[in-house]
T-cell receptor, first 113, second 114 residues
Framework: NAGVTQTPKFRVLKTGQSMTLLCAQD?????MYWYRQDPGMGLRLIHY???????AKGEVPDGYNVSRLKKQNFLLGLESAAPSQTSVYFC????????????FGPGTRLTVT | GEDVEQSLFLSVREGDSSVINCTYT??????LYWYKQEPGAGLQLLTY?????DMKQDQRLTVLLNKKDKHLSLRIADTQTGDSAIYFC??????????????FGRGTSLIVHP
């Protein structure tokens, strides 16, 4: 199993450009999440999904949109990037069994100039 | 406050014990977790404890849970330089919709000196 993968690993955008980050998991997990990590701020939840076709807002959803058209994929979109969205983005997934342990992807480092 | 709280830095000498403390917020959390993040990588589960337990031991790791004070700690015995990383405490309270959405602390950077 590849676990949780994220595409791309790095990206530089200009202010106002758009992009989509792709997260894929091959563990048949029901829940998927997008976080951003900034120095000293820990992990902040952007959006999450409890199943195919459903999404919900997290702590910092403004400026982002998400879609979960397939169970294994969770897309994060930035329609008009701003410098404040410079961050490292992590995707995670988990199942509802056992300890609800989250599995994280390796991250996407995004810089908006 | 409403945040999961943990100190930001801890520095220890190789071979000593490390203790990382955390205060969580929601007593209805079923599980409490410690995740480890190495440089340039995502988080990885280190250990977890079920809410009806007081202690869990796993090789060099000991987790203590005080539900009355909502306090969680992680002790690493015989700390090694390879233990240098950021350690995140997390809880998973139920939401009004019946989901369990984890909440993370800001992370404690553990620095191990030779």
């Amino acid at each position: 199993n590849a676990g949780v993968t994220q595409t791309p690993k790095f990206r530089v955008l200009k202010t106002g450009q758009s992009m989509t980050l792709l997260c894929a998991q091959d563990m048949n997990h029901e829940y998927m999440y997008w976080y951003r990590q900034d120095p000293g701020m820990g992990l902040r939840l952007i959006h999450y999904s409890v199943g195919e076709g459903t999404t919900a807002k997290g702590e910092v959803p403004d400026g982002y949109n998400v879609s979960r058209l397939k169970k294994q994929n969770f897309l994060l979109g930035l329609e008009s990037a701003a410098p404040s969205q410079t961050s490292v983005y992590f995707c995670a997934s988990n199942t509802l069994a056992e300890s609800y342990e989250q599995y994280f992807g390796p991250g996407t480092r995004l810089t908006v100039t | 406050g409403e945040d999961v709280e943990q100190s930001l830095f801890l520095s220890v000498r190789e071979g000593d014990s490390s203790v990382i403390n955390c205060t969580y917020t929601d007593s209805s959390s079923t599980y409490l977790y410690w995740y480890k993040q190495e440089p340039g990588a995502g988080l990885q589960l280190l250990t977890y404890i079920f809410s009806n337990m007081d202690m869990k031991q796993d090789q060099r790791l000991t987790v203590l849970l005080n539900k009355k004070d909502k306090h969680l700690s992680l002790r690493i015995a015989d700390t090694q330089t390879g233990d240098s990383a950021i350690y995140f405490c997390a809880e998973n309270p139920p939401t009004s919709g019946g989901s369990y959405i984890p909440t993370f602390g800001r992370g404690t950077s553990l620095i191990v000196h030779p």
